[in-house]
């Protein structure tokens, strides 16, 4: 039997009693996952990333295993619930927000304040709080300064766009403005290396497109090192910073061995979504998985499965759509991709496959499985041992 047989007729038993949709997460493969993720962060805290997770118990989990710490959530008013549930006295919010009522919250609050950390880039974000909550009247707000982690050789731009913050220079320029504005102190520094650690370095089929993604990967590591030391050395003019935040899952090893980052980011890793199946240095165990179940078969070589049109954000490509995964030996029909109410789907394995029998299938990405379910079902060997809620179980539907 091959493990993936063995994966199947494990959770095809523990979760014999439940109708798909459902989701459940494997625990061995998680703690194994956060296990190796702290080995690969040599000693430095690996800070976890909410809305890779999205369940407040599975975050919980992760910040319970060593060489874990404190959490990058996504949105304020998250980042804020977070803290009140108890779930971390230590959040650091990685996107700039504008929310005006969490910003108040967290103005009122000096507790809150002390255990949450917003991103800035500029004067922009530090004039909507003062908009909110006038300095002397407000707690102190604790921000990260956030260095744009492209790569920018020869006038090209090689990565996402967030932080216009691209310089040394530009970095010390920001510091010195934050350090002259009252109410709020500068804490930190981040720098999300996007085309690294979120990109796949051997895209599976296509060997020249992974020749020439590790050769970008390797030049602009190297763009990285340098940047993150200068930016901290002008930060530290105007600032005592803390924590140098950088990384994701696909980087943290790399990430962890730059003497200037203080501590790695990774989130998507716990879960091992699909498309980190496309990585040479890592890859996790697939610990995520959801069940959808057979419901006709419109002709020889195929099946159809309700729902299944659970696709990842970010850009439109094929390796967005979920994967199906158990049995081995099944894959999406080109013409139809992932469908609303329901997914055909080809292959070998369907001669095997009656109406009422069950697909597996993994998210392409992580977190964003937690948004069709309510609950995770957790799964330890072939028992579903606690059922816990999402997110969106909880009524919590941030982004
Ligand atoms: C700021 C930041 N840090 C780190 C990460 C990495 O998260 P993960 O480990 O889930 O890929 C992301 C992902 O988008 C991010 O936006």
Known sequence: MTARDALRERLDKATADLDPPFAVVDLAA??????????????????????SVRSRTLIERALATAGWHGVMAYTLAEAIWLVRCGATDDALVAY??????????????????????????????????????APGHRAEIRVCLDLDGSWRPLGLHVGVRRSPVHTADAAGKVAREIGVRRGFRLVGLMAYDAQIAGLGDAPPGDTLRGLA?????????????????????????????????????????????????????????LY??????????????????????????????????????????????ASRQPVP????????????????????????ATDGLRVGDRVWFRHAKAGELCEHVNELHLVDGAEVVQTVPTYRGEGRAFL
């Open 96 to 133: 700039p927000t504008a929310d005006r009522t969490a910003l108040r919250e967290l103005a009122a609050d000096p507790g809150l304040a002390a255990a949450i950390t917003l991103m800035v880039d500029g004067p922009a974000q530090l004039d909507l709080v003062d908009a909110v909550a």
């Open 213 to 269: 993604i590790r050769l970008m990967q390797r030049r602009s590591y190297r763009d990285l090192l340098h940047r993150r030391a200068a930016a901290l050395a002008a930060v530290r003019e105007h600032a005592d910073v803390e924590l140098f935040n950088s990384g994701g899952t696909g980087s943290v090893a790399a990430t962890a061995a730059d003497p200037a980052v203080t501590e790695v980011t990774a989130g998507s890793g």
């Open 325 to 348: 995964w158990l049995p081995a030996g099944l894959r999406l029909v080109g013409t139809e991709g992932a469908g609303e109410v329901q997914t055909p789907l080809r292959g070998a």
């Open 272 to 317: 091992g979504p699909a498309l980190f199946d496309g990585y040479r240095a890592w890859r996790p165990e697939p610990a995520a998985f959801f069940a959808l179940a057979v419901v006709r078969r419109p002709a020889r070589g195929f099946v159809a499965v309700s729902g299944g049109g659970w696709i990842a954000s970010g850009q439109t490509h």
């Open 30 to 51: 998680f703690d194994a996952n956060a296990r190796d993720l702290a080995r690969r962060a040599g000693g430095k805290p690996l800070r976890v990333a909410s809305k």
